[in-house]
């Protein structure tokens, strides 16, 4: 069973923190990795891609993917109420495919 | 403006009385899926279709049907529908169905079934 874990959470952070939400994946071949947000019975909305080992940046957004040691991270920098949500990793898990297989998601509380 | 589009966005109906919700997308997107999303369980993928006239099954496919005739349609059929199938469910699409494409969501359906 291929398998995407995240911490449930709640995370809870002050405004202007910064956020560290964290996936680890169990499929070694996946190659394509992103993270989506999620409002309270909204539908997913994707914030970032990544797809090789680093980090990739966009504005307040940074996604870190670390293929060894199989886990995804996703940084959120001066963190604002407009950020609570959950938030879903996604990982692909059969190689040079779009599905996609989802963890459960974080929930994020961010306090003014 | 680019959508993916589904219908209803509210159902509640009776076990065993078939409905169909809709999907559609206007992005020219080969790659077309569908999720269904449970407390504690998150998103599932129920089928797939790689493009007109391909589909897969998901995780959870029991219970479900899909066709896929033309290129920007994708609806999910539920032959006789059961209460363990009250979910909100996500239709979503792919520029392709390669690795590296990001998948699109439409806005759900809550789907109660009584």
Known sequence: QKEVEQNSGPLSVPEGAIASLNCTYS????????????????????????????????????????????????????????????????????????????????MLLVSP | EAQVTQNPRYLITVTGKKLTVTCSQNMNHEYMSWYRQDPGLGLRQIYYSMNVEVTDKGDVPEGYKVSRKEKRNFPLILESPSPNQTSLYFCASSLSGRSNQPQHFGDGTRLSIL
Do not use: H
């Open chain 1, 27 to 106: 499929d070694r071949v996946s190659q394509s990795f992103f993270w989506y947000r999620q409002y309270s019975g909204k539908s997913p909305e994707l914030i970032m891609s990544i797809y090789s080992n680093g980090d990739k940046e966009d504005g307040r957004f940074t996604a870190q993917l670390n293929k060894a040691s199989q886990y995804v991270s996703l940084l959120i920098r001066d963190s604002q109420p407009s950020d609570s949500a959950t938030y879903l990793c996604a990982v692909n898990v059969r190689s040079g495919y779009s599905t996609l297989t989802f963890g459960k998601g974080t």
